[in-house]
């Protein structure tokens, strides 16, 4: 047996090799700086990079758009199951259950080689936001909307929850948030993906367990549980002493801290300036006021920085987004780095099988039953 070495939720413990993403010496992919392909590229190029290895050519990714719009709309059987959940579904609920159901109308399921794997990670980029779309429409007595195949993938998303064509920069918001959401290593939901994956299981469970994963609090679905950070502060004058108190009461303030960025989180700082922007277009300087007291407030009592969270929640907020949509807009992205992730644990697999510190009882006599 190997030496064993235990951490509390396994912090800083070194549980695997990739060349997909690094936080050291600032994020990137694929060894771009995410700030640059933010700044410079479209969520399809950071979805080409990840899923394929290289940022596209033109050529390539004009076929890969094609490739996109080619998957076309929802099959009607799961927009038929869409509609008969219960209305009150949670959306991360019904999205976990529509990754999971997409697997039984895909042509390469029984197939797991790494070029099949690369197909079914396209089909699900294009068809999740369907579902997030189809699902919302629904929810809210709509009828849902096919995609658009002129469209950008962030503008299409956009146009399929609203009906309505995006301004260009609410696309463009969109666009640069899902980059920024895309990738970032062995992250509780992605290390899921690659347990999963390990087992030789298949890529629409391993990403099912992810979207499982993602949805806690304490991982994406903080994003939701800032707007009702900023709902019950209220506006920048009540921002100081409702931190403070929350602080005394040992509350966690969603979309602070970070496991491995202990100084800042770079997509966070990066967000924050385009959030600004929008919240000046859309009138909502004074709720940006009041995030800039809470950040203060939470880094001079705990030296905690924002996390991505922390602006993105603004930023959908400012795109007139529901809540709810929130962490589901995540997985949306997400999917692209937990794809790269489960087809580079199965190109090289070993099985994902750590071991436990046991606290039980120590070896004792069974009785048998009864005299127990
Ligand atoms: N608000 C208040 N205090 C906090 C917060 C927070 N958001 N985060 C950490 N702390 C405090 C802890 O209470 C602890 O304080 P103590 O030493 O006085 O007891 C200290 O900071 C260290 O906290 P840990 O829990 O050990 O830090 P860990 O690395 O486990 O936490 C985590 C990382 C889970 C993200 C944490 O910071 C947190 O709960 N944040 C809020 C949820 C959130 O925003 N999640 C999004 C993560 S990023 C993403 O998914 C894009």
């Known amino acids: 047996m190997t030496e064993e070495i235990y951490r509390p939720g396994l912090e800083g413990v070194v549980a695997g090799e990739t060349a997909i993403c690094t936080l050291a010496g ?37 076929r890969f758009q094609a490739r996109l719009a080619a998957v076309g709309p929802l099959p009607p059987g799961m927009v038929a199951a869409l509609r008969a959940m219960p209305p009150a579904t949670p959306m991360m609920d019904a999205l976990r259950t529509g990754a999971s159901m997409l697997a039984h109308w895909d042509p390469d399921i029984p197939d797991s080689s790494h070029d099949a794997n690369v197909r079914k990670a396209e089909r699900l980029l294009a068809q999740l936001p369907m579902v997030v779309a189809a699902r919302h429409r629904l929810a809210s007595g709509n009828e849902p909307l096919p995609p658009d195949p002129k469209r ?12 309505r064509p995006p301004a260009p920069r609410a696309a463009k918001a969109m666009d640069v948030s899902l980059i920024l959401y895309a990738e970032h290593e062995f992250n509780a939901s992605t290390f899921t993906a690659r347990v999963v994956a390990s087992t030789l299981s298949d890529l629409h469970s391993a990403v099912t367990a992810a979207i499982g994963a993602l949805k806690g609090p304490l991982h994406g679905g903080a994003n939701e549980r800032v707007m009702k950070v900023l709902g019950e502060v209220g506006g920048e004058r009540n921002a100081e002493s409702w931190v403070r108190q929350a602080l005394a009461e040992k509350r966690r303030i969603m979309g ?86 489960i087809i580079e644990q199965l190109d090289d697999n070993r099985l994902i099988r750590p071991r436990s510190k046991y606290t039980g009882p120590p070896r004792r006599a069974l009785r048998p039953l009864d005299q127990r």
Not at 32 to 60: I, K
Not at 317 to 323: D, G, N, R, S
């Open 26 to 62: 600032g994020l990137q992919y694929r060894g771009y700086a995410v700030e640059e392909l933010a700044e410079q590229t479209a969520f399809e190029e950071v979805a080409h990079l990840l899923l394929h290895g290289e940022l596209p050519d033109p050529g390539q990714l004009e």
């Open 152 to 163: 950008g993938l962030a503008a299409n998303l956009l146009w399929m929850l609203t009906g």
């Open 256 to 341: 602070f801290g970070h496991r491995v960025y202990k100084t800042g989180d770079p997509r966070a700082v990066y967000l924050k300036t385009l959030c600004g922007e929008l919240a000046r277009e859309s009138g909502h300087e004074e709720l940006e006021r009041a995030a800039e007291v809470i950040e203060t407030v939470v880094r001079q009592e705990k030296n905690l920085p924002p996390n991505l969270d922390w602006p993105s929640a603004r930023l959908y907020h400012y795109l007139a987004l529901p809540v709810e949509l929130y962490t589901p807009l995540f997985v949306v992205s997400r999917v692209t780095g937990w794809s790269a992730h």
